[in-house]
């Protein structure tokens, strides 16, 4: 949440690439520059396709300090670089791969406030960045990051405001979810994801157990296994009685004595 404008400053800085070097942190605001924190301009600002055209963002830097950002892209002409009292090359300046040399410079405000960005701040911003980017181009190996001094900012900036925080000794209402449960939509899905569960066991249970046996159709019993009783010997036939002198076939006609 913002609350009414109010004066505030900025602090400039510049990310460029030289004729040899690529894009780096020429000018630094000053209040980040003790804790070395501008690394997220390197990580935030990109080139923009519209010169000069001022564009905002809110950031947060890695010791944990939210900015807002103020940038514009500025590619540089020779009547930039030339030294004051001296004339401009003929021909525009280019790196050693014979691209143009592109400028990002603006401002950043503490506290993450909305900012309306007037062009009066965007000028002298883009003025210091131009006497640091002379001074790189003189020596790019040696050059060490500037500090970006503070200045009186023009621009309306909004300043953002806390929430007052609730005391340590004081009571909080209870949340519906701790008096009476979770809220029906998360019942829903709790017992979506539930049935979903049991099904997936059924199916599971039903891949995992053997198949029953198969019945054996009707009109073709199974054959059971028959068995024979052991034919018992044939005793030998005992000889035919003859009566005495018979004259039956067989016997010999003798007198048997029994």
């Known amino acids: 949440m913002a609350g ?3 004066p505030q400053q900025g602090w400039p800085f510049l990310i460029a690439r030289g004729r040899h070097h690529g894009y780096r942190t020429l000018l630094a605001p000053e209040v980040l520059l003790a804790q070395r924190d501008y690394g997220v301009l390197d990580d935030s600002v990109a080139p923009s396709t519209v010169e000069d055209q001022a564009q905002v963002m809110q950031v947060v830097t890695a010791g ?4 807002t950002v103020v940038h514009a892209t500025h590619t540089a002409t020779a009547a930039d670089l030339a030294e004051p009292g001296t004339e401009p090359d003929d021909l525009p300046p280019r790196d050693e791969y014979g691209r143009p040399l592109s400028l990002m410079y603006g401002f950043v405000c503490e506290g993450g406030a909305e900012v309306r960005p007037q062009p009066a701040d965007l000028a002298f911003c883009r003025e210091a960045a131009l006497r640091v980017y002379r001074r790189f181009l003189r020596d790019e190996e040696g050059f060490a990051v500037e500090p ?6 023009r621009s309306a900036v909004a300043v953002a405001v806390t929430p007052r925080a609730v005391g340590e000794g004081a ?3 209870p949340s519906l979810t ?3 449960g979770p809220p029906p939509g998360r019942r ?3 017992a979506a994801i539930l049935a979903a569960v049991v099904i997936l066991v ?3 249970w039903g891949l995992l157990s053997p198949p029953p046996p198969t019945p054996t159709p009707p009109g073709n019993p199974t054959p059971h296994p028959t068995w024979t009783e052991p034919r018992q010997p044939t005793p030998p036939e005992s000889p035919e009685y003859c009566p005495p002198f018979s004259d039956q076939p067989g016997c010999s006609g003798e007198a048997y004595e029994g």
Request: hydrophobic letters at 45%.
């Open 171 to 173: 009571r909080r209402a």
């Open 178 to 180: 701790s008096r009476f």
């Open 188 to 190: 829903l899905i709790a």
């Open 64 to 67: 944990g300090r939210p900015l």
């Open 148 to 153: 970006g001094r503070a200045f009186p900012l």
């Open 202 to 204: 059924y199916v599971v």
């Open 4 to 6: 009414p404008s109010s």
